[in-house]
């Protein structure tokens, strides 16, 4: 030690708790407290990287998560790449390298996984079936990563330990979009969900079959003798306009293509949405049944 020379905590490789400055248009964490995921496989992220025992940091890193430090958050195969906003005007840059499946293993799990119908049903529905997992460990492999070494995590900060509290929270934030998307789990893994429908539907042509012969056959409506009666059309059958009501389920299509990735609103994006379907159901009824809007 120099005689006369001030140290400081980062002589040692420590760097006390500090102060993030404030992140404009980050994604803040849906839910507030508690879990951060509701389906089995999201929770199933969680518990195997709460199972590293990786420290208090993954405590911060939820923190960070709520607070909405996380500016940006990209997926694909093998490799996350994510901004997180510091105590540092500039935001750290963060990489997550999972080790991906290789060609002839997707090979052999997508095999399995087309002789098990459920399987492919609730997939091609876009739900992971609960038992998905054994496919793997038959096969001697993993769906989630089983050793923290299956991750290799980098972040600009000057924190020493790996990984910090901002891949902690972006870890967090990953286990939120997989509750919404589960194939990103695979995408993670090295196989797109395209690619993944694909090849657990695909399309075996027969001696007999060509794209052709599926093409349906109807007789076409014919056509009014009178030119001007078909280009100005006429009245419309009364039984051709229908019931007019409200929905009883708001918001149903929304519902059903999930939230909307990453969503960096304050209030969930389903139910800012589901109030303006309400809305706007009842300003189309009256419209179409000629009252006023309200």
Known sequence: MVRGRRYSYYDFGYYPPSTPLEAKGGIKAQSKKGAFAQKWWAKRWIEVLESFQIGARLGRGRSYARRGQVLSVDIEKGAIKAAVQGSRP????????????????WKKIVEQISQQPLFAAKLLAGEMPEDIEYVFH?????????????????????????????IAAVFYLLGEEFD?????????????????????TPVKPTANHSPQSETIKASPEPLPADEHAFWQGGDLK?????????????????????????????????SVMEEYYIQASQHGLNAFLGEPLE
């Not at 919404?180 to 657990?200: A, N, Q, V, W």
Request: net charge positive.
């Open 90 to 105: 500039k935001p750290y840059s963060v990489s997550i390298q999972v080790k991906q499946l290789t060609a002839a293993e």
């Open 180 to 200: 919404r998307d589960p194939f990103l789990i695979f995408k993670m893994r090295g196989l797109t969900r395209d690619e993944l429908l694909s090849r657990l």
């Open 138 to 166: 038959d096969l001697a492999l993993s769906l989630f990563p089983s050793k923290f070494i299956d991750l290799k995590t980098e972040c600009s900060c000057p924190d020493w330990s790996n990984p910090c509290k901002h």
């Open 238 to 270: 009364e039984e051709l306009w229908g019931t007019a009501s409200i929905p009883q389920t708001p918001a149903a299509l929304p519902k059903r293509l999930g939230n909307f990735p990453f969503w960096r609103g304050k209030e969930s994006f389903l």
